[in-house]
């Protein structure tokens, strides 16, 4: 996506300082109405150069947008469970170093790159959970399972 990977960090970051800033009871209209207004601000820009100055507009500005449309779904999502109190997130600001390790999980999960290019959505806590089986129980070696793919055939 070059350059408009902005895009997506963007939104990543602001939903990161929302988190530690706004009440956790008001944190899906804030989420929501930013996501939002930025989403259609990109949209707007979009018809605007296609439509009005009849510029061709960049496969990887639609691709960007794309994901953004799916980045979105996946913060609306979290914030709902953070309003619902199903997902908690405490900040300490006087440890330097908890305060940069928590965002870490939540930003893999919003810029995981399989779901931005149009995986299912999955909730958080199935994302967090499968991270923490990952180390636990390492994948196959691909060249075994081709391998024994080719063979069965």
């Not at 949209?43 to 953004?68: G, K, N």
């Not at 953070?82 to 940069?100: G, P, R």
Request: proline content about 5%; some cysteine.
């Amino acid at each position: 996506m070059g350059i408009y990977s902005v895009l997506l960090f963007a939104s990543t970051f602001v939903f990161i300082l929302l988190i530690g800033r706004v009440d956790p009871s008001n944190i899906h209209i804030w989420a929501f109405g930013i996501q939002m207004l930025w989403q259609t601000f990109w949209h707007l820009l979009i018809q605007y150069r296609d439509y009005y100055l009849h510029e061709p507009v960049s496969v990887r500005l639609f691709l960007a947008v794309s994901s953004l449309m799916l980045l979105t779904q996946r913060i609306t999502s979290v914030s709902m469970d953070i309003q619902d109190k199903q997902l908690i997130f405490t900040y300490n600001a006087s440890s330097k170093k908890t305060s940069c390790v928590l965002p870490l999980p939540l930003v893999s999960y919003f810029l995981s790159v399989t779901t931005l290019l149009g995986g299912p959505l999955g909730s958080y806590r199935q994302f967090v959970s499968h991270m923490e089986g990952v180390g636990l129980h390492p994948s196959p070696s691909p060249l075994g399972v081709v391998f024994l793919k080719l063979m069965q055939n």
